[in-house]
């Protein structure tokens, strides 16, 4: 078993039962409640209370305060794990929360109080609900606020990384995690989705990202990132190509999927089976496929799927490679890639590098070691 302490997506794991201790932050319980009255004036209006896990402790004194003044108000439970029994008409199940919706029109007609600070938790449920307005109670500020976060602008920017990932020809699949349970469906189905596209992939698992790491791969031209719900939203200005999500290279490879006002974080809904799975469509011939222009290079570029890699060109005997044997032999493009570098990275080389006893180094810093002659001035 695994025993998690502080903040956790909740993301399920099947192979080991888990634990969380969220821990408990203090909430002053009246000035949110006075907060949440200033937001929301309306008695009648259908409010959806949510919260960081710290505060989790707290929100059953806060459903009393608020239940008798505000009929519509629902608060959700954190619920660790997969959720037990059928979903009940209207019960929303994301993001590690279960609530009850029985509003007029469904959750599109209510609004969004979210108890907790800022950060990756409520990014994520804006860019999710994008049509909730929302609205937010920090507790170590002891401040409400509506959000005024230009989730239309949000989306913009995912939606240009999109066009990104629909021309890009060589594409990185990052492992971001190891523990989320459909990770290694989802890498074999990023894989099989990339492939009938007629796009080139690597598997990369290269822990803890960083723009440094991700420079190494120049031969990528953008990146896929599998990882929790909550981090898959990576801002990738500081890189030097761009990181994208599962959700966002399906908008740009898989043309039967349209671009709709939901936007999926979790790379579990992809899967087959799930509420958001949409079956590739059959692949068309090249010839008969419909020309695409890039609104990014203005090239023209093709849309269509195909069953098999692409054709392999013709041997030639002047081209071919061969080794001792006389045998032709594969070469990844990859490979060749790195082959043309100056530096390759470390290699162990071992049994070839000659054992030598340790010797004294120098000594100092390197503006001014101690055996180097300085000028006098």
């Known amino acids: 078993a695994v025993l998690h302490y502080g903040p956790s997506c909740l993301s399920p794991c099947r192979k080991l039962p888990v634990l969380h201790i969220f821990g408990q932050q203090p909430l002053d319980i009246r000035r949110c409640t006075e907060a949440f009255r200033e937001l929301y004036p309306d008695r009648q209006s259908h409010v959806v209370v949510l919260n960081d896990v710290v505060y989790a402790h707290a929100m059953g004194e806060l459903e009393q305060q608020l239940s008798p003044e505000y009929p519509n108000i629902v608060f959700s439970r954190v619920a660790c794990g997969y959720p037990t029994g059928p979903a009940l008409s209207g019960e929303v199940r994301q993001f590690g929360r279960q609530f009850l919706v029985e509003a007029p029109g469904g959750l599109q007609n209510c609004a969004m109080f979210y108890v907790g600070a800022e950060g990756l938790a409520l990014t994520s449920f804006m860019l999710t609900w994008n049509c909730c307005p929302f609205s937010s109670f920090d507790p170590t500020t002891g401040c409400g606020r509506r959000e005024t976060l230009n989730v239309n602008r949000a989306l913009m920017q995912r939606l240009y ?33 990339l492939r009938r596209a007629g796009k080139r992939s690597y598997t990369l698992a290269v822990g803890k990202l960083n723009p440094a790491k991700l420079a190494n ?29 599962p959700y966002e290279l399906e908008l740009a490879c898989n043309p039967a999927r349209e671009w709709t006002a939901n936007y999926l974080t979790d790379f579990r809904d992809l899967l087959p089976g799930a509420c958001a799975h949409i079956e590739l469509p059959p692949a068309v011939p090249a010839a008969e496929a419909i020309p695409d222009i890039s609104l ?82």
């Open 161 to 193: 990384l999109v066009e990104r990932a629909r021309n890009a020809r060589v594409v990185g699949i990052l492992v971001g995690t190891l523990g989320v349970a459909g990770y290694l469906a989802v890498l074999q189905h990023l894989r099989e989705l």
């Open 217 to 245: 791969f120049l031969e990528v031209d953008i990146f896929v990132l599998v990882a929790c719900a909550q981090n898959s939203l990576l801002d990738s200005s500081d890189y030097y190509q761009p990181i994208v999500t």
């Open 296 to 377: 990014i290079t203005g090239e023209m570029c093709a849309t269509h799927l195909c069953d098999s890699p692409a054709p392999q060109q013709p041997p030639s005997t002047a081209l071919a490679c061969r080794d001792q044997t006389r045998a032709l032999a594969e070469i990844s493009p990859a490979a060749s890639f790195l082959e043309a570098r100056s530096w390759r990275g470390l290699e162990q080389q071992l049994g070839q590098t000659p054992i030598s006893k340790a010797v004294q180094g120098r000594r100092g810093i390197a503006i001014a070691y101690e055996d180097e002659e300085r000028e006098q001035p």
